[in-house]
């Protein structure tokens, strides 16, 4: 079957007043160029900023740097058609989950349209309230799902919470949320490009060397170029074992079996697929970890294992 | 300023000063009084009206829970397996299998001329096959060529054939989601379940209009469907109300033949709790005699029969999860914060008891704050409400319209799957309610299930299922309770009962037009009483001529 490029969607999850809505704001305000549609499945006020908003047309906000916002109700779906057809004018989608939404069933959803890709399902929690949350006689079970949903569980407010019990909430956090990378955050404030990932210019094309990210304390990244064919299955796997610590990876490589393939890797899933433009002449790889440096010798091994053995350069961040 | 007086075989008044009359009184479309001619002769000149002197009238029966959109569906074919009576009287046979039902489309497909037109059936209910699933193979036996798309029943699930998932870009592989069963082949088999799944090809099979949508010539097809059901009020639940529909409503409302008083509510979706009460309020100004506008509804659960309602423990018979809420405790508790002060009503679907429970809880919690003390918050379906919640019902000022439809169509599936015997035989609960006091309405949900109180009083006074089994004695209700719930229970729920729900001086003149008498059919014949029509507002509306 013929490779289309596809629109990469972030799911965005969690419980009213974790932080998801000033998480959007954060990621349009650090968009890096990305022409990021914002889609909103709640009612009640819009979550933009207003200093973001440029115009609006129909149930469609202009925002700044290209970026779009907009509500369709209940009918999710129809939404997601909306934006598919525009997906020349757009780089990433975010879906802003309501608050009682069940993210991992909207990420199922995407497959019902052609053209979206789930990028990942983000999932963001109130670091001081949300075990309280999850013990609520109406909400727990709805809170409960949320949690296991998730690839990405950014534990927002941290500042809030007794440095000494930050510990024990992450272990309770990761034993509701078993296949999520745990972030944490204040202000909802965690990069772009770890939240949505390559997309946008950044994307990897096969053409251009991927640019360095800006960097933070918080996060730490390594790109690296190589020449060999790989076993993309057995490399998807080993950058996704939590052994290894990555927030993501992304990346393309030519499989010695199936050629070029892109690997993406959110937390403990990845996924492989054709390559819609297969002209690079080298195999590039971004990985990403957050509050921890990335253990080199560690991806090293990841990367001898897929028969990676030609390395061609490593580009840690400034 | 003329009085007619009509003439009736018997007058069943739901005023329990005179229960029963011969004449009553109408002038401006009001009732002056009912009694005998003699009794009423005394408000002057009159015209005397003896075309019902053989047929037995009673209040405008009064619909609490419907939708518009029932007259819409009618332009579709027919896929159901109960006969079923459409608005220009034709009763369309019941199928009884698959071929059947694949023939009565291939019928429909060799009428249309246009090619690519999409053929559109609805009320399909595979339930009835022995669950045999319709597969997009059936429906590819009716065209290859055309998109065709049949909406179940429950309006949650739709089947489709090869050609319409080929236009909506899903006759292919890799398609993993929950509501898209796949073949051997790795492709769908054409059965689409949940909104999610059915809208990519609502539009391409002529059934995007969703659910709570009607336009002009559906609204009087469903008004003329009133009128053959005895049905003189409806309330069609929720509705967008955007200023368009709004404006069209009341602009076929007030043409001079239109038969039937609407009250249609804003649902509570795209907008905030504010937003919403201040639509409410807006749509209030505009109502008319005949389109009344301003209570909101809020949806808080899903289904049962779709394991989407919310139930408490121990949750579904077969070990399904818990169900999916639709909104918050937060944004509920502030909309019926919002409404209690600002006077607007509130209906809240909840089908499981857990849904049921929330309302129960915030609204609790909301009258503290704007103690009110006739808001009349009703419960809507309400199916799985013990006992215990009837009484905190009835304390907290609230009406309940519970479902008593289900039993008859949905019943065996109840008893056998979803909630289990002991709940199967609770559900709506209506001789609860009234032992309790808790103002009390009935409904079909049309196009749900087919719209006629009589059909729903019967359902509440046998709780008889499809299969014929009896399901809860225990909350069977006298026929006596039934009438007075589909006609004065349902106008109390909609804030109406000062105007309509019994024949009493002052009242509208609206008139359910009878050629049998409900009280002395016996109760298990009390869904085989014929209509005649309905006088609403003192016009008269004959079923035939309509």
């Not at chain 1, 999932?123 to 727990?140: F, G, I, P």
């Not at chain 1, 909802?188 to 490009?193: L, Q």
């Not at chain 2, 006739?374 to 609230?398: E, I, P, V, W, Y």
């Amino acid at each position: 079957m013929a490779a289309v490029a596809q629109l990469p969607v972030t799911v965005l999850g969690g419980y009213l007043g974790a932080g998801k809505t000033t998480l959007v704001n954060h990621l349009l305000r650090h968009a890096g160029g990305r022409r990021i549609a914002v889609a909103v499945n709640d009612f009640g006020a819009l979550p933009i900023d207003k200093d973001l908003i440029e115009g609006a047309e129909g149930n469609v906000l202009t925002l700044s740097g290209g970026c779009i916002c907009c509500t369709f109700g209940s009918d999710l779906v129809a939404g997601l058609m909306e934006l598919a057809a525009r997906a020349d004018t757009i780089d990433h989608v975010v879906i802003e989950a309501s608050g009682v939404a069940l993210p991992g069933a909207i990420g199922q959803s995407l497959s019902l349209v052609a053209g979206l890709v789930l990028d990942a399902v983000v999932v963001v929690v109130d670091a001081e309230t949300v075990q309280e949350r999850a013990a609520d006689l109406y909400m727990s079970d709805t809170i409960t799902r949320q949690l296991a949903d998730a690839d990405l569980l950014i534990v927002n407010k941290i500042d809030l919470v007794a440095a000494d019990t930050v510990g024990r909430l992450e272990a309770w956090l990761a034993q509701r949320a078993p296949t999520a990378r745990l972030i944490r955050a204040e202000m909802s404030a965690v990069a772009t490009d770890v939240v949505l990932g390559y997309s946008g210019p950044r994307a990897l094309d096969g053409k251009t060397p991927p640019q360095p990210l800006h960097s933070t304390a918080a996060y730490d990244t390594v790109s690296i170029a190589f020449a060999e064919r790989v076993d993309a299955l057995r490399l998807a796997k080993g950058l996704a074992d939590p052994a290894l610590g990555l927030v993501r990876a992304k990346g393309f490589v030519h499989d010695a079996v199936r050629g070029w393939l892109t690997v993406n890797v959110v937390g403990k899933r990845y996924s492989l697929a054709p390559m819609p433009d297969a002209a690079a002449r080298a195999g590039r790889l971004v990985c990403i970890a957050h509050g921890r440096p990335i253990d080199r010798s560690a991806l090293a091994n990841v990367l001898k294992l897929a028969a990676v053995d030609k390395v061609l350069e490593v580009i840690p961040c400034p | 300023m003329t009085v007619t007086i009509f003439e009736a075989s018997k007058i069943i008044t739901m005023n329990p000063a005179r229960p029963v009359a011969t004449h009553v009184a109408v002038r401006d479309g009001r009732i002056l009084g009912a009694g005998s001619l003699t009794e009423l002769a005394g408000w002057g000149t009159h015209t005397l009206d003896r075309r019902f002197q053989d047929k037995i009238l009673m209040p405008g029966l009064v619909e609490g829970h419907s939708h518009v959109s029932e007259g819409v569906q009618w332009r579709f074919v027919y896929c159901g397996f109960h006969d079923r009576s459409d608005p220009d009287g034709k009763t369309w046979p019941g199928l009884r299998s698959v071929d059947a039902v694949v023939a009565r489309l291939s019928a429909a497909e060799r009428a249309m001329t246009e090619p690519l037109q999409p053929l559109s059936g609805w009320a399909l209910d595979p339930i009835y096959f022995d669950n045999r699933r319709v597969t997009r193979h059936d429906l590819d036996r009716v065209s290859k060529e055309r998109p065709i798309g049949i909406m179940h029943a429950s309006g949650h699930i739709m089947n489709v054939n090869s050609k319409a998932l080929e236009l909506a870009q899903m006759l292919r592989p890799g398609i993993d989601h929950p509501g898209v069963p796949l073949g051997d082949d790795g492709l769908p088999t054409g059965e689409m379940k949940g909104p999610d799944a059915m809208t990519p090809l609502g539009r391409h099979v002529g059934l995007d209009r969703g659910l709570l949508a009607s336009d002009e010539p559906g609204l009087r097809a469903f008004a003329r469907l009133c009128v053959r059901k005895g049905v003189t009020t409806a309330a069609d639940l929720a509705n967008l109300l955007p200023d368009a529909a709004v404006a069209m409503m009341a602009r076929v409302g007030a043409e001079p033949m239109f038969p039937a008083r609407i009250v249609s509510l804003r649902v509570l979706r795209g907008i905030g709790p504010q937003e919403a009460i201040d639509h409410a309020i807006a749509l209030k100004k505009q109502s008319t005699d005949r389109m009344r506008f301003g209570a909101v509804k809020i949806v808080v659960d899903g289904s049962i029969q779709g394991f989407s309602a919310r139930l408490r423990w121990p949750g579904y018979y077969n070990g399904a999860p818990a169900g999916l809420w639709y909104v918050t405790p937060e944004q509920l508790a502030e909309t019926l914060e919002r409404a209690l002060e600002a006077g607007v009503q509130i209906h809240t679907h909840t089908n499981g008891d857990e849904a049921t429970e929330l309302v129960l809880d915030v609204l609790e919690a909301a009258l503290r704050k704007h103690p009110s003390s006739d808001h009349r918050f009703t419960l809507q379906h309400c199916q799985l409400a013990n006992a215990a919640q009837f009484r905190r019902m009835k304390s907290l000022g609230m009406c309940v319209n519970l479902f008593p439809n289900h039993h008859f169509y949905w019943g065996d599936e109840h008893y056998r799957l979803t909630v289990g015997p002991e709940r199967a035989e609770r559900m709506n609960a209506c001789a609860t309610a009234l032992a309790t006091g808790v103002p009390l309405a009935i409904h079909s949900d049309a196009p749900v299930t087919p719209l006629g109180p009589l059909f729903t009083a019967w359902c509440a006074v046998n709780r008889m299922t499809s299969s014929g089994r009896v399901l809860g004695e225990a909350e069977c209700i006298s026929v006596e309770d039934a009438l007075r719930t589909i006609t004065l229970g349902a106008a109390y729920t909609l804030k109406l009962d000062s105007e309509i729900g019994s024949i009493e001086v002052g009242k509208r003149a609206d008139f359910a037009v009878l050629e049998d008498d409900p009280t002395t059919i016996g109760g298990d014949r009390l869904r085989d009483v014929r209509v005649w029509g309905t006088v609403q507002g003192g016009r008269v509306f004959a079923a035939d001529t309509i």
